[in-house]
């Protein structure tokens, strides 16, 4: 059975204007997210700015999430590292906290080869009893998981379940979804791509526009799943514009500043990200109103 099915919310990491993590707007934000149909959330991964937690504060934000999720949905933590020792001591403090599963990128900056990678995750999978869903980001790490490697680590491994696959790239998808013989659990690492990724098998998204449109995040995978793909299209289509000024500058950067304008949170980013720039928060603004999350 799938860590989950539908939506899942990439979910920020509110900080406060000392740039320490606010969990009263933390866990005001789960809450809603909850309450608006998101099918599991996300902590500590890209949108929630792990890199710039210490691990203190990063196993800290796991435990707290989930608490207040309280077992509502399943809750994911990220627990990637360069180092392989380092994500084996995260993933086994997120499996401690209470963690449905976890979220491994691979290792950036280090380039390892696909022997290194295989020899990573099987170290990290050997520690826990966690189900865990490689992430394949190669834009951000500097390091791509070839689908043979992915296959062989599903094969292999038995807690190593499933991939959020985030190269942009359909054909290498449906090539991971060819070499795994479907024996895995696949997920939309890229919000433009949900109807196109679940077209080949797809289990869902672990998604950043989640965070702003949790209903309809979750309405275009179930209505997929439902039978509906023209209205799951409709819906894919609707956000198109959302989503790109969602990437306009480095995620998180825009998603902070979206939430920022729509109550949920201030919109700090720490160091070294930056404010928006303003002409980027009038496109993102706009494309808000347009799809009416934001009232003018």
């Known amino acids: 059975m799938a860590v989950f099915t539908g939506a899942g919310v990439a979910i920020a990491t509110p900080f406060d204007e000392n740039y320490n993590i606010d969990y009263e707007s933390f866990g005001r934000f789960i809450d809603y997210q909850i309450e608006h149909k998101t099918d599991a959330i996300i ?14 504060e990063h196993i800290a934000a796991i435990r707290y999430c989930v608490n207040r999720v309280n077992k509502r949905v399943p809750v994911i933590a990220g627990t990637g ?4 020792r380092t994500a084996s001591y995260l993933t086994k403090r997120a499996e401690m906290a209470g963690v449905d599963a976890a979220l491994v ?3 950036y900056y280090n380039k ?7 020899d990573h995750y ?21 390091c791509k998981l070839e689908s043979a490697t992915i296959a062989k680590l599903v094969k292999d491994v038995d807690n190593i379940v499933g991939v959020k696959e985030a190269t942009g790239d359909i054909a290498f998808a ?23 990724m679940m077209s080949i098998g797809a289990k869902g998204v672990i998604s950043v526009l989640s965070n702003v449109a949790p209903e309809d995040t979750h309405n275009i995978c179930a209505e997929y799943m439902a039978g509906n793909v023209e209205k799951s299209r409709e819906l894919q289509i609707k956000y198109f514009e959302l989503i790109k000024a969602l990437f306009c500058e480095v995620n ?12 949920f949170c201030g919109g700090h980013v720490r160091r070294p990200l930056s404010e928006l720039e303003p002409e980027h928060t009038k496109r993102l603004k706009k494309a808000l109103i347009e799809t009416g999350i934001l009232a003018e």
Request: charged fraction near 15%; charge should be negative; glycine fraction near 8%.
């Open 81 to 84: 590292s360069n180092c392989s």
């Open 122 to 142: 099987t170290y990290i999978a050997r520690h826990t009893d966690l189900p865990l869903i490689l992430y394949n980001v190669p834009s951000r790490t500097g």
């Open 252 to 263: 998180p950067i825009p998603v902070k500043k979206a939430l920022e304008l729509l109550g």
């Open 105 to 107: 990128v691979t290792p």
């Open 112 to 118: 390892a080869t696909q022997k290194g990678l295989i």
């Open 43 to 56: 902590v500590c991964g890209t949108t929630g700015e792990s890199s710039t937690l210490n691990h203190e």
């Open 174 to 196: 449906t090539q991971i979804m060819y070499d795994t013989q479907g024996d895995i659990d696949l997920y939309s690492g890229n919000d433009d791509m949900i109807v196109p």
